[in-house]
């Protein structure tokens, strides 16, 4: 600018100096940017995670509040987020008969003939991968998978524990489920000698192997 301003007639002796210029120039930015930039990038996004929380929008790791920031919609998987990673039985077909339940109509021992009721709860308790778990944090105490822990807290309901099941049922063989035969099967022996299978599984395989079903009277 000096040979602008001053009408200084420019000279190649004085090419040194516009180079030591430049030199010091990107000098400065080589040492600056890297150091710099990093720093200003996490001021920048702890910020808008800070902002973004006001609007009811956490954020967990820094990096993703510029994405975070530009979206328009949220898909999420319910389970846990937008309930209590609870199931619980609301209905049941059991020996021809219907059941509805709700808070008003609860389980309830005396709607089942013994036989039926001693079979259906067995059958619950014995032929199941979850497990009672004193002080656990599942529902009612149960661990394990969540259709499995509703239905053990269903049976749990009519009367029937787990535990005294387990204790009372001899179990000679267990085949868990199996993704290409879509069942879980248990062989228990029975008081009489013999023995007895509980199977279930996906509602087409059962029902496709099924010949009779124990009407409400037991037969």
Known sequence: PRYAIQNTPWSWSELDEVVRFLIISITIIVVAVPEGLP????????????????????????VACETMGGATQICSDKTGTLTQNRMTVVRAWISGQDFVYDNENNPSKEAFNSKVYTLLTEGICV????RYNRGGSGPEGFVGNKTECALLVYADKLGRHYDDVQNSVRVINVMPFNSKKKRMSTLVSTQNGGSRLYVKGASEVILERSIRYISQEGD
């Open 39 to 62: 720093l200003a990038v996490t001021i920048s996004l702890a910020y808008s995670m800070f902002k973004m929380m006001a609007d009811q929008n956490l954020v967990r790791h820094l």
């Open 127 to 130: 032929n199941s991968s979850a």
